[in-house]
Structures are given as C-alpha cells and as structure tokens.
C-alpha cells in the first residue's frame, strides 16, 4: 500500500513541478522577454513598472485561464472516455465544442455582445454547449443503454452540422463580426475579464474535488457497466452525474476561451500510457498535464511568429493529432 | 438463501422469463442447464438486478433484493461473467476491484485487510504466482481463474458463474469446477453455475434445474433432471445417457445422424 503512495506522489510531484516550470517559462517569454533572476525583484517592487503590468496584467491571467482551461477540458476528457470506455470521447468529438461556437457566433452575428455586454458571449458558448449537451444525453441514454458507437457518430455529426452552420453565418454577416468569429473559433487563451478567470479556476479546482467521488466508480466502469453494477456502483446515478459534471468543465471552457480541440483526447491518453489506468491517479495527473500542455501550446502561439500571435487551438489541434497519431503506431490503445 | 417467486421479466417487450419459483438453500451448488437462448443468463441477470421483474419478487436471506442497496447486494452476490473485457491491469490490481462494495465512504486507498483477502483469494485460486502480470498477457485459463479469485474478493455469500468452463480445454475445466466445488464445501458458499455442458454439470452439481424457453422445464438431482425423455425433449435430439462408471452420475451421449438412421425405429441402446 506503501509502494502505491510513494509512487502516486512521486508522479504528482513530477506533474506539479512540469507545470510551474512550464507557468515559469511561459511568464518570461513574450514579445517583451523578462530575464529569470529578474522576476523576482520585479514582483517585490510592486506597481509601476512596465514589466509588472506585463507580468500581472496581461501574462497572469492567461497562465491561470490556461491551467484552469487545459486541466478542465483533460479531466472532462478522462471522465469521458472511463465512463464510455472509449478512447476517443472527448468533448471535442462529442460535438460539445461545435454547440457552444453556434451559441457564440449566433450571439455575435445578433450583435447581443454589443448591446448586453461581453459577458453574453460564454453565456451564449455555454447555452449552446449545454443544448448539444442535452441532445446527445437523451440519444444516447435512451433506457438506459449507451451505444457508444452512435454517440460518437452523433458527436461527429454535430459538430460537422454546427461547423455548416457557423460558415453560413459567416457568409451573412458583416466584415466587422467575421475576425471575431474566427478568432473566437480557433480558440485564444487572452480573457480580459478577471470574473470569467476566476469563476474557470473555481470551476476545474471544484471540478477536480468533485471527481474524486468518483474515482471507484470509474475504477469499475472500465470492467464495463453490468461489471460495475456488480460491484455496487448505482450505475444511473453516476452516469448522469458524472456527464453533468463533464459537460460543466467542457461547457465552460469553451465558452471562454473558443474551440481548443485535443487536450481533453491527447493528454488523459498519455497519462493513461504512463501512470496505468487507475483512476485515483489518473485524475489529478491529467488535470496537472493537461494544464501544462495548454500553457505550453499558449506560450508557444505567442512567439512563433512574434509579434503576431497564433490561435492556441491551432497549436493543440497540430502538436495533438501528431502525438496522438504517433502513440497510436507505437501502442495499442486501451483504456 | 435465494428465493425466486413467481418471476417473470421482459426485454424489449419480449417474455424472456415466465413463472420462475425456485429456491436456492445455504451451502447448495446449483447448475442451470437449458438450450441456447433459454433465459439461463437473463435469469442470473435478474438476480443482480440488472433486469428489472414484470412481476414477481427474489429474495435474498428474506428481503427483496430490489428494496436493498446496490451496495449491499454487492457485498453479498458476487458474479463471475463469461470473459474479461479489460485488459491493462495487473492481476492483483484486478483482484483488489473486488474490494470496492467493502470500501467505507470517503476511504481512498486499500487497507491491509484488503490486500489481505485478495492475497489469499489469489492464492485460493493459484494465481497468486501472476500477481504482477498483464491481464492480457495471461491465457484463457488463467483469466477465468483470475475472475474467480475478484468474485471471492467481494466475500460473497452467494456465488453465480456464467459459463466459467466455456472455451476451456479439459483440464481447465476440470480445474475450475474442482475450484468451484472446493469453494462450496470449505467456504460453505452458495453457488449457482450456469453450463452449457450437461455432463458437467451431472458431475459437479447438487441439483440441476433445466430452462427451457424461459420457464423452468425440470429440476432436481442430476439423475432426476438428465432423463432421456426430458433432454430429448427440451433439446430435440435424440440422445442416451449412460452412467459414469467411478462417480455413477448420469452421462449424456449424443447420436450422430448417421448413427440413428442405423438404429432405425428401434432405439434399445437407450437407456435410463
């Protein structure tokens, strides 16, 4: 039992310590490059200097949204896919991604965000997320029984259906509303609003606590569900529960931050690969790497082709589907 | 110990069980034999409430197993399925998930007790020496034994196998239901196996009780139950049962086509 612990720390340790070198890397580098030894002095000296206005105003809060967006859409990811016991479910196939982008450009085609405020904006992302959410659930958990297979075509198909709708709304709007479509739809990690921020870091940390109720449960799912019901798990109640909880994480994400496709997929898959499928670890892990990876792909959008910026959902979507391509030819997938 | 009433239950609008009475007694081994499609799986799935009944009540030790919690009847049944459709685990991580009806709220790891029992489950079924293998890597044998030694992980009172022999050659067959009626005798658990094979299920089991179409067509010893004229009957082929000259249990033959067309009219190798 002692064994287990030591070696669950040691892998939590090891992710902790990726993400604050990786947070560490991605608050120095930037258009204005801020030195390592550096930092610290400018912490102390408090407000005033341009750097701590970098620092704190602008680089701060898309580290927290990365770590609170990329942690998020990984632990959706992994809830997923152990409760369908399908590698491939994430929120981006499930066309939950494709729901929130109608809800955002319907909102900025109807020029809501102009008149109500930006805040209509992941309200919209969210409604929609929540409605292709709702549509899927009851496809899919109709008496009881999940056909995965239909699921994930339905997800497929949403998100082709709502990718057609989102290109004729382009085609009929004004010029003005397009950038702000596309930017929103290849996704971006810059949120000026401090409240959506903070409510994100709430959301995943709780979701994360939340989780962890469950981590037997999804223990068991993976032996399929009759198994589970065997073992003692109310197997309704917590697949209800636990898609209300992944749709929320997923939901919200993508409601602040646009389409960043990947993470939820290629992350809880190489966690899988290196700490095995035991949930109690599993969790925190992805939660931690999907967080560095999401950091890591922001950090880069923002000096590759310095000093324009590249969408991070580009990124995830390149840098994923390659690692994801690649871990498919080196291993068998299981789950 | 299990007590089946007047049970009947549907799946998708179709009877797949009628009028089940059945009562299973402490320290019995009941076989469940029955032609394919017969409901001989459904009726284990009722039994751990995956089905729900039309109508109808099981009993387990007296109460209703639909008024328990899911929990509780898990710490009490403990099912064996037909395979194993997981496979990147170790055995002993496999065996621990038995444990989880037992785990108290908010306990998060395994105690020494669980390690315990599913150290001397894996040892009951001699898969103690694959501990640390990958489930896939280990063969069909070994599986099974496996999945026995998760069921024993529960500490069920009531045991229910789905076909455990199925897809074994000879000596894991042997070797399992040996294991089986080990469990029974020493550990006084009460099992219910489901066979396709009537010849072990004669050896092995106490009382047999034949499905037929979702209703129960005979029950009782071996001997009673493995009649020629109920076989012949329920599995429409002519057969002939024989007597195991060392355990003197009933032993069904089969007779080829070409065989009976020999035979002619007169069947008097036929015997009880």
Redesign the interface.
């Known amino acids: 039992?002692n064994k287990?612990?030591i070696h669950w720390s040691l892998i939590i340790v090891a992710c902790s310590l990726t993400l604050l070198a990786i947070s560490i890397f991605s608050l120095i580098i930037g258009p204005a490059s801020i030195p390592l030894k550096k930092i610290g002095f400018y912490i102390l000296k408090g407000r005033g200097t341009p750097e701590y206005s970098i620092i704190f105003d602008i680089r701060l809060p898309r580290l927290l949204l990365g770590l609170a967006v990329g942690g998020s859409l990984s632990l959706a990811g992994v809830i997923l896919q152990g409760m369908f016991r399908n590698p491939l479910v994430e929120p981006y196939t499930l066309g939950i991604s494709g729901g929130a982008a109608i809800g955002v450009c319907l909102n900025m085609v109807c020029n809501l965000h102009l008149t109500y405020g930006i805040l209509t904006l992941p309200v919209s992302g969210f409604l929609g997320a929540g409605f292709v959410i709702l549509l899927i659930y009851f496809l899919s958990l109709r008496k009881g029984v999940v056909k995965i297979q239909g699921l994930l075509l339905t997800g497929v198909m949403i998100s082709f259906i709502s990718s057609s709708f989102i290109m004729l709304m382009m085609a009929v709007s004004h010029t003005e509303n397009l950038q702000g479509i596309v930017f929103w739809i290849m996704g971006s990690l810059e949120e000026p609003n401090w409240l959506l921020i903070k409510l994100a870091l709430w959301l995943s940390v709780g979701g994360l606590i939340a989780s962890y109720f469950f981590?037997?449960d999804l223990?068991?799912f993976?032996?399929?569900e009759?198994?589970a019901?065997?073992?003692?798990?109310?197997i309704e109640r917590t697949k209800k529960l636990l898609f209300i909880l992944a749709s929320l994480l997923a939901g919200f994400s993508v409601s602040v931050t646009g389409i960043i496709g990947f993470v939820g997929l290629v992350v809880p898959h190489f966690m899988?690969m290196i700490v095995?499928?035991?949930h109690?670890i599993l969790l925190i892990s992805s939660f931690l790497a999907g967080a560095s990876f999401l950091i890591f792909c922001d950090t880069i959008a923002k000096i590759i082709i310095a000093p324009m910026e590249l969408p991070v959902g580009v990124i995830t979507g390149i840098i994923g589907g390659i690692l994801f391509i690649y871990a498919l030819t080196k291993k068998k997938v299981?789950? | 110990m299990l007590e089946v009433k007047n049970f009947a239950c549907k799946y998708d609008s179709k009877c797949i069980l009628k009028n089940i009475n059945l009562k299973v007694n402490k320290g019995d081994l009941v076989g469940i034999i029955g032609p394919n499609g017969s409901g001989k799986t459904t009726f284990l799935r009722a039994v751990t409430r995956v089905l729900k009944p039309e109508e109808g009540t099981i009993f387990l030790e007296g109460k209703n197993i639909w008024k328990m919690g899911i929990k509780e009847l898990a710490q009490k049944i403990a099912v064996v399925p037909q395979n194993l459709n997981s496979g990147a685990m170790s055995v002993q991580e496999f065996v621990l998930l038995g444990r989880i009806p037992h785990f108290k709220k908010f306990q998060f790891l395994e105690t020494k007790q669980d390690f315990e029992i599913a150290r001397k489950c894996m040892a009951l079924t001699d898969t103690l020496r694959l501990k640390d293998n990958i489930l896939e890597e280990i063969s069909g044998g070994e599986r099974q034994l496996t999945l026995i030694a998760r069921s024993l992980a529960q500490e069920p009172r009531l045991l229910l196998l789905d076909e455990p022999t199925a897809h074994l050659d000879i000596t894991h067959q042997v070797l399992i239901l040996d294991l089986i009626k080990r469990l029974n005798r020493e550990l006084e658990l009460t099992v219910i196996i489901v066979l396709h094979d009537l010849n072990l299920a004669s050896e092995y089991c106490r009382r047999l009780v034949l499905i037929n179409e979702g209703r129960i067509h005979a029950s009782g010893s071996p001997e009673e139950v493995l009649d020629y004229r109920i076989i012949e009957e329920v599995y429409k082929t002519v057969v002939v049962i024989e007597k195991n000259p060392i355990s003197s249990k009933p032993y069904v033959l089969i007779v080829s086509e070409e065989e009976k067309n020999k035979e002619g009219k007169n069947r008097k190798g036929i015997k009880m």
């Open positions: 039992m287990k612990l981590c037997f223990n068991a993976s032996l399929g009759e198994e019901l065997h073992l003692g798990i109310n899988r095995g499928g035991d109690r299981v789950i």
